[in-house]
T-cell receptor
Framework: GENVEQHPSTLSVQEGDSAVIKCTYSDSASNYFPWYKQELGKRPQLIIDIRSNVGEKKDQRIAVTLNKTAKHFSLHITETQPEDSAVYFCASNTGGFKTIFGAGTRLFVKA | DTGVSQNPRHKITKRGQNVTFRCDPISEHNRLYWYRQTLGQGPEFLTYFQNEAQLEKSRLLSDRFSAERPKGSFSTLEIQRTEQGDSAMYLC?????????????FGPGTRLTVL
């Protein structure tokens, strides 16, 4: 069935360094890939998304890349700050109603 | 607050009891989703409504779970004969229908603990 694998499960970086989170998906029909940030005790919030007709998208310090052939997509955070510390979830959607989430990456940014 | 709201925020119940949760989506959103999230995992899709119609339901959802959205506005999720394995955070999300795949806005969730 549909599946999204996310790595790493935990990531610790020094403030100012970059962080990269990688995901793979199984359903070749997937065409929408959102990324959510969830702070402790709070709801998931969309931080960036990418559609299958685009290979890369950037929004300030956050960028997402998509390789449809390899079924890989990645989140890149540059110049990390302590407030970037949270759990990040990747997800995929086939254009229907069902969104499949990865298991999450807990990012720690050390000051 | 004009975001998605959920009630109650916390529910503690004994095994075998029935529980019902409510979700109020953003007013102009006609799509509504229910997810379940356990510790250390991503949200797991349960079911989806477009207006009042329930269009998709996860195969993981047992017969003890039922959801309604009678007037296409708020939705309820009922769990009958709760089991300890039902303990989780139940998240509701809503989005606009459109030609693209619009952002889902999540509610704060209802944390269920089954003793």
């Amino acid at each position: 069935g549909e599946n999204v694998e996310q790595h790493p499960s935990t990531l610790s970086v020094q403030e100012g360094d970059s962080a990269v989170i990688k995901c793979t998906y199984s359903d070749s029909a997937s065409n929408y890939f959102p990324w959510y940030k969830q702070e402790l005790g709070k709801r998931p919030q969309l931080i960036i998304d990418i559609r299958s007709n685009v290979g890369e998208k950037k929004d300030q310090r956050i960028a997402v890349t998509l390789n449809k052939t390899a079924k890989h997509f990645s989140l890149h955070i540059t110049e990390t700050q302590p407030e970037d510390s949270a759990v990040y979830f990747c997800a995929s959607n086939t254009g229907g109603f069902k969104t499949i989430f990865g298991a999450g990456t807990r990012l720690f940014v050390k000051a | 607050d004009t975001g998605v709201s959920q009630n109650p925020r916390h529910k503690i119940t004994k095994r075998g009891q029935n529980v019902t949760f409510r979700c109020d989506p953003i007013s102009e959103h006609n799509r509504l989703y229910w997810y379940r999230q356990t510790l250390g995992q991503g949200p797991e899709f349960l079911t989806y409504f477009q207006n009042e119609a329930q269009l998709e339901k996860s195969r993981l959802l047992s017969d003890r779970f039922s959801a309604e959205r009678p007037k296409g506005s708020f939705s309820t999720l009922e769990i009958q004969r709760t089991e300890q394995g039902d303990s989780a955070m139940y998240l509701c999300a809503s989005s606009l229908r459109g030609p693209s795949y619009n952002e889902q806005f999540f509610g704060p969730g209802t944390r269920l603990t089954v003793l």
